[in-house]
């Protein structure tokens, strides 16, 4: 095989797979500041700021019947398998809650942030 050939074909597989993960990247994660949305997954929290001790709302606009449930590793929150999910959180800092959605047989994920200060 002519040594060109091979080098081409090779260039044109890593620049597809190069456009295949940029375009998976894009579609998965949002760029708007406390909103995540991967695919039909969308959470925000109530307020972009919070106070330390100040309960912080994270909800979603799922259909109704579907599966979830809400994580918030760093703050004080009660397990909720559906609906909003309030937390308290205690110290300053950027803090991440987790939601977790059940797609046919697979779990799907977004995140949302809200600022402490």
Not at 26 to 38: L, V
Not at 42 to 59: D, I, M
């Amino acid at each position: 095989m002519n040594p060109l050939f091979v080098a081409i074909m090779l260039a044109i597989i890593v620049s597809v797979g190069i456009y295949i993960g940029f375009s998976g990247i894009t579609t998965q994660y949002a760029f708007d500041a406390g909103r995540s949305s991967a695919g039909e997954i969308v959470c925000a929290p109530s307020a972009l700021t919070a106070k330390p001790s100040q309960s912080v709302t994270f909800s979603t606009s799922l259909p109704e019947g579907t599966l979830y449930i809400w994580s918030a590793p760093e703050g004080t929150a009660s397990f909720v398998r559906s609906g909003p999910l309030t937390v308290n959180y205690k110290t300053a800092g950027t803090k991440t809650a987790y939601l977790f959605v059940l797609d046919g047989s697979k779990w799907k994920s977004a995140t949302c942030s809200v600022v402490i200060k």
